[in-house]
C-alpha cells in the first residue's frame, strides 16, 4: 500500500495528478456471417420473420449511410448477440 501513499503524497505535494493511460486487450474480430445467420435465426423464431426481413432491415442501415457489415453489427447489438463497445 505504499505505493498508493506515495502517489498521493507526491500529487499533496506537487498539486499534478499523473494521468494513467487504460490499456485495452484488442477486441477479437466479429464473424459477420455468423451474426447474419444468428439474426435470420432469432427473427425466423421469435417474430415468424425471415431473412427477406432481416434483408430489409439491412438495406434500411445501409440507405442511412452504413455499410453492410456495420448494419448487421448494429441489428445485432440491438437484439444482444454483441455487447456494447
Known amino acids: 500500500m505504499s505505493g498508493v501513499s506515495d502517489l498521493l503524497r507526491t500529487v499533496e505535494y506537487t498539486g499534478v495528478v499523473p494521468e494513467f493511460k487504460l490499456e485495452e486487450e484488442p477486441k477479437p474480430p466479429v464473424d459477420v456471417d455468423a451474426l447474419y445467420q ?7 423464431a421469435v417474430y415468424g420473420r425471415s431473412a427477406k426481413t432481416v434483408d430489409r432491415e439491412i ?18 447489438r440491438r437484439e444482444g448477440f454483441l455487447k456494447r463497445a
Open 59 to 76: 438495406q434500411s442501415y445501409m440507405k442511412r449511410g452504413l455499410s453492410r457489415e456495420e448494419a448487421i453489427k448494429r441489428m445485432a
Open 38 to 44: 444468428r439474426l435470420i435465426h432469432a427473427y425466423s
